[in-house]
């Protein structure tokens, strides 16, 4: 194959530790009609990205079988019908997959300009977790100004988005987390802190809002944190479950729900059709990238990996050691 038409990129050899990460040469994507071909400069690694590794999240069909949900780079291809991004235009684009290589096809209605201010390293932290939050907090959620959110993971490249723009958009956020320092990083962003590990947030949320609870709960835990959860939310309060970190499977009491008029929902990114994630697209250019440009809400970035040293991004991700997101550099 010639030269000119591949590309190093991450595969997975087996499903398995870091260890079964390895960089190898790879035919360059082609994209479709619909779609753009990015010269990565950066990729950003999620929670997804591991589970795939583990053999636990498998691509959905037609899905590249490299990893990498989020990208940051020059357009170098167009499809046919596309006409935006235009050629040499930097952008940052969410994907189903095929991120963790030096170029990924990526569907036009999905990228979006790198905001003001911001590099390719930062741009590329922001779709997989803008994406997920705005979808989830704002749209499925419902989250208005002047209510009470409650934020798992605050310390996460998902808590850290979720608290700006939960606070952006005038709520009183609190925010659960693991460690003093991660319980400070959250307050610096705007949310009441909660240490799961010294503290029943159940009793501090009850305590902190004079027994009403909280209007809207974003949850990656799942596991026994589903009846906690119920059990501090306000009456009409909704949770929205985005992960299962502690297992997908719990036994609850059911009646929370009926005296409360509780609403219970959740969803995945991944495979949603491209045309909805299209409308999340829109609503993020129109309201969360005015925010970016003026630095009202800023990408937090822990620690960056050449894409060679993919395997210790992954330590790092599975270690819980970081706040924010981790991000492979790919090229300059």
Same mark, same amino acid.
């Given at each position: 194959?010639?030269?000119? @038409?591949?590309?190093?990129? +991450? @595969? &997975?050899?087996?499903?398995?530790g870091p260890e079964v990460l390895r960089r190898v040469p790879r035919p360059r994507p082609v994209p479709g009609d619909d779609d753009v071909l990015i010269r990565v400069i950066a990729a950003g690694v999620n929670r997804p990205d591991v589970m795939q590794r583990e053999g636990r999240y498998p691509p959905p069909p037609g899905a590249p079988d490299i990893p990498g949900l /989020?990208?940051?780079?020059?357009?170098?291809?167009?499809?046919?019908? !596309?006409?935006?991004?235009?050629?040499?235009?930097? +952008?940052?684009?969410l994907v189903t997959g095929g991120g963790y290589a030096e170029y990924c096809a990526a569907a036009a209605v999905l990228c979006l300009p790198i905001p003001?201010? *911001?590099?390719? &390293? =930062?741009?590329?932290?922001?779709? /997989?977790?803008?994406?997920?939050?705005?979808?989830?907090?704002?749209?499925?959620?419902?989250?208005?100004?002047?209510?009470?959110?409650? +934020?798992? %993971?605050?310390?996460?490249?998902?808590? !850290?988005?979720? &608290? =700006?723009?939960?606070?952006?958009? #005038?709520?009183? !956020?609190?925010?659960?987390?693991?460690?003093?320092?991660?319980c400070r990083f959250c307050a610096e962003l705007g949310a009441a802190? $909660?240490?799961?590990?010294? !503290? #029943?947030?159940?009793?501090? $949320?009850?305590?902190?809002?004079?027994?009403?609870?909280?209007?809207? $709960?974003?949850?990656?835990?799942?596991g026994d944190y589903l009846q906690r959860n119920?059990?501090?939310?306000?009456?009409?309060?909704? *949770?929205? =479950?985005?992960?299962?970190? =502690? %297992?997908?499977?719990t036994t609850i009491n059911l009646l929370p729900i009926l005296l409360k008029r509780l609403t219970?929902?959740?969803?995945?990114?991944?495979?949603?059709?491209?045309?909805?994630?299209?409308?999340?697209?829109?609503?993020?250019?129109a309201r969360v990238w005015p925010l970016l440009a003026s630095g009202r809400i800023k990408p937090v970035v822990d620690r960056t990996f050449p894409l060679a040293r993919v395997a210790d991004a992954h330590r790092l991700m599975e270690s819980g050691r970081h706040i924010g997101k981790i991000v492979l550099e790919v090229a300059a």
């Open positions: 194959m010639p030269a000119a @038409e591949t590309m190093w990129a +991450v @595969e &997975i050899m087996e499903p398995g /989020e990208v940051a780079g020059e357009v170098v291809t167009q499809g046919a019908k !596309v006409t935006r991004p235009r050629l040499g235009e930097r +952008v940052c684009a003001q201010g *911001l590099n390719p &390293i =930062q741009a590329a932290s922001l779709p /997989e977790t803008l994406f997920t939050v705005w979808s989830n907090v704002f749209e499925r959620g419902r989250l208005r100004p002047g209510e009470r959110f409650l +934020v798992h %993971g605050g310390a996460s490249g998902i808590g !850290v988005a979720a &608290i =700006q723009l939960a606070r952006a958009f #005038d709520a009183t !956020v609190y925010a659960t987390a693991g460690s003093a320092v991660k802190a $909660i240490n799961y590990r010294e !503290v #029943d947030f159940v009793d501090e $949320i009850r305590g902190r809002t004079g027994g009403q609870g909280v209007d809207l $709960i974003l949850d990656i835990v799942g119920l059990n501090c939310l306000a009456p009409d309060g909704r *949770l929205v =479950q985005i992960g299962v970190q =502690q %297992g997908p499977k219970l929902t959740g969803s995945t990114l991944r495979p949603r059709p491209v045309p909805e994630k299209a409308l999340i697209a829109d609503a993020l250019r």
